[in-house]
Every structure is written in C-alpha cells, then in structure tokens.
C-alpha cells in the first residue's frame, strides 16, 4: 500500500494541481522552512455569504513532501466551508499523505496546512 501512496506522492510533485496565482484572492498568506528552504504561498477565493472556498492556487519551491502536500490539500479545501478547513488537523495530512514520515519530513508535509490555516486566520 505504501508504494501506491508513494506513487501518488510523485504525481503531484511532478504535476502539481492548483498551481500558479489567483487574479482577486480573498486572502493570502506564505511562510517558510527555515531548516531546509521549503518556501510556499497560498491564494484563496471565498465566497463570503456562504464562506466557502470557491478556488485556491498555491506557489512554493521544496522537497517532494511539500509540494505534493500543498498540492493535494489544495484538492481537499475546494469546496469546503472555512469552518471545516479550520478543524484540519497534522492527522488529516498525515492520513493524505498515506505513508510514515521522519520528524524532518514532517515538517514539510505540515507545511501546506500551517500556511491555510495562517490565511484563514488572515480573515478575521
């Protein structure tokens, strides 16, 4: 089982869904891994009445666990209402991602969900 996570890992690394840059984002926000020079920003647009995510781009340099993170978190928040989004939990990505990580490696898997929840926090 943990090679076809493994194999989901590398597709996103290597073909990245939501991508690049919002013209109007709601908010934003971005930070970095100081340790090993991960670097990412999230764009989210929100549809305010029913405060939910209606599209979201991410942009970043970093390792495999980053990117593929940052990416597939971008899959799951589309859609969702911001509420849920601030309940995402380390176990949330840690369940995505599918396959056991060093404490390093961690850090950069959490990376993607730290820079959503700080946009999130941007809003108030």
């Not at 690049?20 to 929100?46: F, K, R, T």
């Not at 859609?79 to 850090?107: A, E, F, S």
Request: proline share 2%; hydrophobic share 40%; net charge neutral.
């Amino acid at each position: 089982m943990d090679d076809l996570y493994r194999e989901q890992i590398l597709d996103h690394y290597k073909h990245p869904r939501n991508f690049g840059e919002l013209d109007h984002p709601s908010v934003a926000s971005s930070d970095n891994l100081v340790s090993c020079g991960d670097q990412l920003s999230m764009q989210l647009l929100i549809e305010a009445k029913k405060q939910i995510v209606t599209d979201i781009r991410f942009q970043g340099i970093g390792c495999a666990i980053s990117m593929s993170s940052a990416s597939m978190l971008t899959e799951v928040v589309k859609g969702k209402k911001i509420h849920d989004l601030q309940t995402l939990t380390k176990d949330d990505i840690l369940k995505m991602l599918g396959v056991k990580l060093t404490p390093t490696r961690l850090k950069c898997a959490l990376l993607s969900l730290e820079v959503l929840h700080k946009a999130l926090n941007n809003m108030k």
